[in-house]
């Protein structure tokens, strides 16, 4: 098939292609985002009251939060009655990492009561990540939530997906659902098996990134999945070194925003490996939806896909809706779930969503579309994502500052290359140290304190105090400075 997919154009277009792929064409008759818009609403309403009935009865947090709230779940009907109720802050979710978030054993069901797996989001200020749960009910339902997500895509059973996350120590949604949605479907999947080595593990059981070069060569890889500036970095060099990539027609370039320029310099590299037309989608998802939400064209809007699942908000910081297309706070409410379950949960993103028709595709689901560049998400001035991982930078303060032998420091964020804003995320951690200390010691100390923080590690430099606060010139020191162009 290498080299045949070309990327559908309108409506009637991306029918055609999902007909012509016998799973997709099965599928269609129980897609709900190609129904009304009446009926979706009617769905998500329906789920909606199940779901706040199971929260009053099986959720510590929520079951405790609504009587703190006077609310009565059962005036709870519709999606628009959500702005009845609070929002839920990641702070909350975090304080207990995410304990009182996942629902009672319901003995009666055993799908909904057997914990199948468990996956990781942002650290707490003890420095321990956020445990997310899913139940065999909610596996299930990422399955077809995976396969509907591939077909918004254009990933296809008979394409061979090259899984580029990295295998780390605290499991991630990047690595583990690109395994899952190349089963929803039957795709062929190889790993790069890429990553660092565990310190305090004797053995290296990673792979570089030359064999997965060699391994996408060989194998004629038609899909390539990972972080986008890796997979950036990996076509660079690949370029460098000649390689014949021509089997390739798809990238899902995941877990940081990757702006219009950026996939246009993917695509021409690709190209100049033998590429034809390469479809390169920046799905935005995080780990409290368990998914990537696709795009049915570039910068076509990142689409909710199952929208019983799922409900968005866009709100302000009191927690009141704003307008169709107007930017905001993104809020999502889960509408089907049984591990971990979130109500009115604010992401930590400034988004846009609409809910009018997608002219690219016909789908009538609610989608979160561009409002600044051609990204998706802005960060929240608490929140910033570094080499695709969301980060509290309060957490790299607190372990920091509580260091023996450091008098300033300052985290400094950057571009790998300044005259390159594709290249990758670096942090610097200027130190300035107390005289007489050992620097060597002391900066490991600081590279796995910050890295068990926030799963990052850091460039160590040792500099003199006042280049990291000078009093005279300022009120107060900035410990955390972005210097990655924005947009």
């Not at 064409?25 to 909606?48: C, G, H, T, V, Y």
């Not at 009845?84 to 629902?103: A, N, Q």
């Not at 997906?161 to 990295?166: A, D, G, H, K």
């Not at 929803?184 to 030359?210: C, D, E, K, W």
Request: aromatic share 10%; net charge neutral; charged share 25%.
């Amino acid at each position: 098939m290498s080299n045949k997919f070309k990327v559908p154009k309108n409506p009637a277009e991306v029918m055609a292609w999902i007909n012509s792929v016998p799973m997709y064409k099965q599928d269609q008759p129980l897609d709900l985002s190609f129904k009304s818009k009446d009926e979706i609403r009617a769905a998500q309403d329906a789920n909606l009251v199940k779901q706040i009935q199971r929260l009053e009865k099986f959720s510590p947090f929520y079951r405790t939060k609504f009587k703190e709230w006077g609310l009565d779940a059962r005036t709870i009907k519709t999606v628009d009655d959500l702005e009845k109720i609070p929002t839920t802050s990641k702070e909350d979710y975090m304080k207990d990492r995410g304990e009182s978030f996942k629902l009672d054993m319901d003995f009666d069901n055993i799908m909904e009561y057997i914990l199948y797996e468990i996956t990781y989001t942002t650290g707490t200020t003890t420095g321990l990540p956020t445990r997310f749960y899913n139940t065999t009910y909610d596996m299930f339902m990422q399955s077809w939530m995976f396969r509907t997500g591939c077909k918004i895509g254009y990933l296809e059973p008979t394409d061979h997906v090259m899984n580029l996350f990295p295998f780390h120590f605290i499991p991630h949604i990047g690595y583990y659902k690109t395994q899952h949605f190349a089963a929803a479907t039957g795709m062929t999947l190889s790993y790069g098996f890429t990553g660092a080595q565990l310190p305090g593990f004797p053995y290296n059981i990673h792979r570089p990134m030359q064999q997965a070069i060699e391994d996408i060569e060989q194998k004629k890889v038609t899909v390539l999945c990972g972080i986008g500036s890796y997979i950036r970095r990996l076509i660079m060099v690949a370029e460098e070194q000649g390689r014949d990539f021509s089997h390739i027609e798809k990238v899902q370039a995941l877990g940081e925003a990757v702006p219009k320029g950026m996939r246009d310099d993917m695509r021409k590299r690709l190209q100049k490996l033998g590429a034809k037309e390469v479809y390169i989608s920046n799905a935005f998802g995080f780990t409290e939806s368990q998914t990537a939400f696709q795009e049915c064209q570039e910068l076509g809007g990142a689409h909710q896909g199952v929208p019983q699942m799922y409900y968005f908000e866009v709100v302000d910081e009191k927690g009141k809706r704003k307008p169709d297309g107007e930017a905001g706070l993104l809020c999502i409410t889960h509408l089907d779930r049984r591990g971990t379950c979130l109500l009115r949960y604010l992401v930590g993103d400034i988004v846009a969503i609409t809910d009018k028709q997608c002219p690219h595709c016909g789908r009538n689901d609610q989608r979160i579309v561009t409002t600044v560049g051609s990204t998706y998400g802005t960060r929240t001035k608490e929140l910033m994502k570094v080499k695709g991982t969301l980060i509290n930078p309060e957490i790299m303060r607190d372990a920091v500052a509580n260091t023996s032998g450091v008098i300033e420091y300052q985290f400094v964020v950057a571009k790998e290359n300044k005259d390159d804003p594709y290249s990758m995320d670096v942090i610097r951690l200027l130190v300035g140290a107390d005289k007489g200390v050992d620097q060597g010691k002391l900066e490991i100390e600081l590279k796995d304190k910050v890295k068990k923080a926030v799963e990052l590690t850091p460039r160590v430099e040792f500099v003199q105090l006042s280049e990291i606060f000078n009093p005279g010139a300022t009120l107060k020191a900035t410990r955390i400075v972005d210097q990655r162009p924005q947009g």
